[in-house]
């Protein structure tokens, strides 16, 4: 009878730690999902750095790794910059929301603007009974002088061209919302202002892209960063590019044009 009990403890906790080591699995996988995203990179290119088939790089992101060996994690680790020790550490922060980086972005936005006097609305959906579900990462208002700021902000981009598309869009979208708040839709005067992260890849993108991304942006990214912290400073005359350092400070770009 005694060794009867010992099998079926030994089989629950076998089911036990069979359990564990999936839903290790599944955190170790969102830690190397949101480290490869804030390296900027593809899963194609940790495959490369890493010697591992796209598809098991896949498939440890998925959750699908609690059979891999550790120097397999090892590799999936270094190749997006991380040590192994300190990829597992990070792994008991992956129950934190995916998005988490963008909301510390989004946050260090916030924190400036108030100083500046901004009222902030971080994702204020502008397409009130419509299908359509668009929003703004962080839309600033100073409804005194009647200006506003899109605030969009960008870990990677995906598409770029859809992403300088949207912002007419939603620009119109923000002075009908702004509206009824008083005054005339056109008495609004509404920019945009991008928020990249800097990453290499991101970096090396604006780069390779530099005419049409100072084209799109020509405004001053210094007069940006005054009109985001000091309350009397103006509203710039042009949308605006500004980088986001790791930690969410916000940086000058360099983009060329200066209006």
């Known amino acids: 009878m005694g060794n009867v009990g010992r099998t079926r403890r030994a089989g629950s906790e076998v089911r036990a730690g069979r359990r564990r080591a999936l839903a290790v699995a599944a955190r170790l ?16 290119e940790v495959a490369d750095r890493s ?18 060996s550790l120097e397999t994690w090892a590799l999936a680790a270094a190749a997006v910059g991380e040590q192994l ?9 992956a129950t934190l929301p995916r998005d988490m980086e963008h909301l510390r972005r989004q946050a260090s936005l916030v924190a400036l603007a108030s100083h500046g006097g901004w009222e902030a609305l971080p994702e204020l ?14 839309a600033l208002i100073r409804a005194a002088r009647r200006v506003a700021i899109i605030t969009e902000i960008w870990d ?3 598409d770029v061209g859809a992403s300088f598309r949207s912002i007419d869009g939603k620009r119109e979208a923000l ?4 509206s009824d708040r008083g005054g005339d839709a056109d008495a609004w005067a509404v920019r945009c202002l991008f928020v990249v992260r800097r990453t290499r890849r991101n970096a090396a993108l604006v780069s390779e892209l530099h005419p049409l ?12 960063l005054r009109a985001l912290g000091d309350p009397h400073a103006n509203l710039p005359g042009a949308d605006g590019f500004l980088w986001s350092t790791r930690t969410g400070e916000l940086q000058a770009s360099r983009l060329g044009r200066i209006l």
């Open 213 to 224: 991304f100072a084209a799109r942006f020509p405004g001053s990214p210094q007069a940006w």
């Open 29 to 44: 996988g969102v830690a190397l999902a949101d480290a490869r995203r804030a390296a900027g990179m593809r899963q194609a």
């Open 51 to 68: 010697g591992l088939s796209q598809t098991r790089v896949s498939e440890l992101e998925r959750g699908v790794g609690a059979g891999a």
């Open 125 to 138: 959906a502008v397409d009130r009974g419509t299908q359509r579900s668009r929003s703004i990462d962080v």
């Open 156 to 158: 990677w981009f995906e």
């Open 175 to 178: 002075r009908t919302v702004l």
């Open 85 to 93: 020790v300190g990829f597992l550490e990070h792994a008991a922060g």
